[in-house]
């Protein structure tokens, strides 16, 4: 179960740092929007993560959690963001990807 609540703990690191990339594009009421939805996200991946390092060590829990979020940050960022897609950018997703499944795979 702890699995999962990293699984989502990462995605909301991921809602945190897209919420910073869209509070950057705007002003006024939609920048505290944004800044509210950081907020929270913020919130939210920590308590999450915090939760799941009671059984999962923290040296595999922090970079599965890292990777997760900074996976998601690039995949939100090409489609929301217009952020580049080049071929590079997408193996070293691809291989960070590989990363976490490998720490996944020989943790207990």
């Known amino acids: 179960m702890n699995w999962i609540i990293l699984f989502v703990a990462g995605l909301f690191e991921s ?3 897209f919420c910073l ?10 920048w505290w929007l944004w800044g ?7 919130i939210a991946s920590m308590t999450l993560l915090a939760k799941a390092v009671q059984t999962i060590p923290i040296g595999t829990a922090y970079p599965i959690w890292t990777g997760i979020g900074a996976v998601c940050t ?3 960022g090409i489609i929301f963001l217009h952020e580049p897609a080049t071929f590079l950018r ?8 590989l ?3 490998g720490l996944k795979m020989v943790s207990h």
């Open 15 to 17: 809602g945190f740092a």
């Open 21 to 30: 990339g869209k509070m950057k594009e705007v002003s006024g009421t939609a």
């Open 36 to 42: 509210a939805g950081f907020l929270l996200c913020l």
């Open 74 to 76: 690039v995949i939100l």
């Open 90 to 97: 997408l193996f070293f997703i691809t291989t960070l990807i």
């Open 99 to 101: 990363s976490i499944i």
